[in-house]
């Protein structure tokens, strides 16, 4: 697929995403499901966020962290996001076993985008430490 037509399709399916999140999760979740399989950072994180949550979709943690890992993979726009969340994941030993080394790493990539809550955390894991 030629990278316009992928864009284009990228384009369509968050039009219709953020269109319809309010009103139908049904339309909301298919088509962030065809998000994911275009390797769209912003539809994987959340597809990933709806996974952790089970908005829309049923809860699966697991599939929460293959969408945050492939969405930071990425390291698209929401990279942050992305990190930060399997940062968490890390932390809590939630689908994955609890490591803080890992969390700090992925608590650092997205501290050094700029994310905040990421910043605290990391302040947080050096006073239990």
């Known amino acids: 697929m030629s990278n316009l037509i992928r864009r284009i399709r990228v384009f369509f399916?968050?039009?219709?995403?953020?269109?319809?999140?309010?009103?139908?999760?049904?339309?909301?979740?298919?088509?962030?499901?065809?998000?994911?399989?275009?390797?769209?950072?912003?539809?994987?994180l959340?597809?990933?966020?709806?996974?952790?949550?089970?908005?829309?979709?049923?809860?699966?943690?697991e599939k929460a962290f293959d969408c945050y890992t492939r969405s930071a993979?990425?390291?698209?726009?929401?990279?942050?996001?992305?990190?930060?969340?399997?940062?968490?994941?890390?932390?809590?030993g939630l689908s994955v076993p609890a490591c803080e080394d890992t969390a700090r790493y992925w608590y650092l990539q997205s501290?050094?985008?700029g994310n905040k809550n990421a910043k605290e955390a990391l302040d947080q894991l050096g006073r239990e430490i």
């Open 111 to 113: 501290a050094q985008e």
């Open 73 to 92: 993979e990425l390291q698209g726009g929401v990279f942050q996001y992305a990190a930060f969340n399997l940062a968490r994941l890390y932390h809590a």
């Open 13 to 44: 399916h968050h039009w219709v995403v953020v269109g319809f999140e309010n009103h139908t999760d049904r339309i909301a979740v298919r088509h962030l499901f065809k998000l994911a399989e275009l390797n769209d950072d912003w539809g994987l």
């Open 46 to 61: 959340d597809l990933g966020v709806r996974y952790e949550d089970g908005h829309g979709v049923e809860k699966d943690i």
